[in-house]
């Protein structure tokens, strides 16, 4: 997704940047983050679905105040789901009424916050959450708009879905029951008709968020058939029209080169016609439609820069190529098995393929940042390795495990790199241990 060039010894460089250099000025390993085409992708979100629809970026996927900055310029809205976004979100100036907050245990302090600030919607997520903001609204003398997020029996895998009759997890209130549209007497329609009879709260729409890293549309087709079905039945058993519906994230992304994933105006226009037709079919006014991608915005548009440190040539198995980070940068590899592409970029190389496997630095056999890749053969301590995709989920997930220094990120905008999140240090760690 970046501009990426070779410098005349061969060296990467990124938009304009050799990599050399960031990591001279920056440090390894680091996150270098291409903001001009994290705000392409905010544009081609906001693009591909118009003005009658609003985009949620996803916070979790990678949040600090520079993105809150982007996402502000670029007419995206947020969703937050803890205190610590809302908080980043609302000091780096998003406007109360474009944040959304979700979560299925949101605690009483991150209630209040919200519903204290302003923001635009919070999502329920369950019976108990449903008093419990009710309760503030009321104390705080407001009436807070929120959303109801429905499970609509559709669990989305990468490369597929199943139908379920209930769905077993821990989001949302079932929409159950029965008939074609799963719209049947399940908890979603009781939590439906419990807000609607509360006087601090404002029911302004229906929530299915199906999953994510999703290639296949057909999921996101039946649940925003059965949202429309929800729909249908509150203003059948109601005589109220929900104003808004919000079909979530989830868009997959290319880690590799074998990955095919749709593009924005594709999801748009799927969404757009299924609730446009089911709408027309069941005589509702099509709602306003928002989506919250967070993966698909995010993700492409940063590399981890690591450096080479030890070798370990294993006979007629694979060499094994340690870097400077590991598992507390991109834990996505132990936990999801998930597959990554790296590349040797401080120099060419016309040398043999080796298999290769890139590893990090933790105490675990399971430290491992590409389980399967072809480096050259010449590879040596000291050379860079770039592991592309790793704008959403990395960042956001690392951890101090072994006392690591959780690494900097750093914005390439113009010709010009700068740090938006930088580099923890040893001070930060002990800051934090006060025994
Ligand atoms: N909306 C809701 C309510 C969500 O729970 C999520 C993701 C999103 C939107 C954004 O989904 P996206 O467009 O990024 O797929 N840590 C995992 C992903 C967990 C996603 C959790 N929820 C990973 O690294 O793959």
Partial sequence: AQTVERTPEGAVAVGGLDVRRLAEEFGTPAYVMDETDFRARCRAWRDAFGPDADVYYAGKAFLSRAVVRWLHEEGLNLDVCSGGE?????DAG????RIALHGNNKSDEEIERAVEAGVGRIVLDSFQEIARVAHTAA??????PVQIRVTVGVEAHTHEFIATAHEDQKFGLA??????????????AEAVRRVLMLDSLELTGIHSHIGSQIFDMAGFEVSARRVVGLLTRVRDEHGVELPEIDLGG????AYTPEDDPR??????KALGDIVTRECEAAGLAVPRLSVEPGRAIAGPTAFTLYEVGTLKELEGLRTYVSVDGGMSDNIRTALYDAEYSVALVSRASAAEPMLSRVVGKHCESGDIVVRDAFLPADLAPGDLLAVPATGAYCRSMASNYNHALRPPVVAVRDGQARTIVRRETEED???????
């Fill in 86 to 90: 809302l908080a980043t979100a609302l």
């Fill in 94 to 97: 998003m406007p109360a009424e």
């Fill in 139 to 144: 104390r705080l003398g407001r009436r807070q």
């Fill in 175 to 188: 929409l159950a029951g029965g008939g074609s549209s799963g719209a049947g007497e399940g908890p979603a």
């Fill in 250 to 253: 989830g868009l997959g992304i």
């Fill in 263 to 268: 593009e924005p105006h594709e999801i748009a």
């Fill in 429 to 435: 760690l002990l800051r934090l241990d006060v025994g």
